[in-house]
């Protein structure tokens, strides 16, 4: 049976294109990216991720067995323990702490995007909330990895990057891609991929999105 995530990953090949090899993606693999477009973007990322902790804890919530309920709370521990780690360590060498990161306003693109996915959950069930989510906890692995072939080590975007070739990060993206196409086996009817193609595409373009905000920012600041 073919997977789940590789038939909207294909369905949806242009929004995928144009979250996965945006400008900014371009710019953090050749080490171009202007510092400013990267600092704005990763404070947002920082508020973007409590979001989505929060969407983990729904998958938990609306989980139907003890192993869904681990798989969303795999999820809301990767975010809380692992890759906000991340955001906590390249902030403070800005000199923010995470008070300034928690304390700063979130932006239009950070409340769509997150508030999409928390409503995806809230009005359906596990499989559309995880069609939602899945653009987010996969792509990420697979820019990682990309980036990594080429990059340099005096890449100034280094440390981002190795984070999502890590091993650890492959592995989340790995099972991110099992729980999904697992629930598609139970859950999936062909009457719902419509809706299902509509989240993940949504969600892919708000991807897109989020870069974006990043590269504007650093323009507004000119
Ligand atoms: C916007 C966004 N999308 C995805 C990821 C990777 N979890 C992230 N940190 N931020």
């Known amino acids: 049976m073919t997977s789940l995530f590789q038939r909207l990953k294909t369905d949806c090949a242009d929004e995928w294109c144009s979250y996965t090899h945006h ?9 171009s990216l202007p510092e ?19 969407a983990y804890a729904l998958a938990t919530y609306k989980a ?11 999820g809301l521990k990767a975010i809380l323990d692992v890759e906000m780690d991340l955001h906590v360590r390249l902030c403070a060498k800005w000199g923010l702490s995470t008070v300034d990161l928690e304390t700063t306003p979130e932006k239009p693109q950070t409340i769509a995007y997150t508030r999409f996915v928390l409503d995806a959950g809230q009005a359906g069930d596990l499989l559309d909330l995880y069609a939602a989510l899945a653009p987010c906890m996969i792509g990420y692995g697979e820019i990682g990895k990309a980036l990594q072939k080429h990059a340099t080590p005096d890449n100034p975007y280094a440390e981002w990057i190795a984070e999502y070739a890590s091993d650890g990060y492959q592995e989340i993206m790995a099972a991110s891609i099992a729980n999904l196409d697992a629930l598609a086996v139970d859950m999936l009817t062909e009457n719902r991929y419509p809706r299902l193609k509509h989240l993940f595409s949504q969600a892919t373009l708000l ?15 000119k």
Request: charged share 30%; aromatic share 14%; hydrophobic share 45%.
């Open 23 to 31: 400008a900014f993606v371009r710019g953090m693999g050749d080490g």
């Open 36 to 54: 400013a477009a990267f600092r704005d973007y990763l404070v947002q990322d920082y508020l973007f991720l409590i979001q989505f902790a929060r």
């Open 64 to 74: 139907r067995s003890l192993s869904e309920m681990r798989a969303g709370l795999d």
């Open 207 to 221: 991807e897109a999105d989020f870069w974006q905000m990043g590269l504007d920012a650093e323009q507004d600041e």
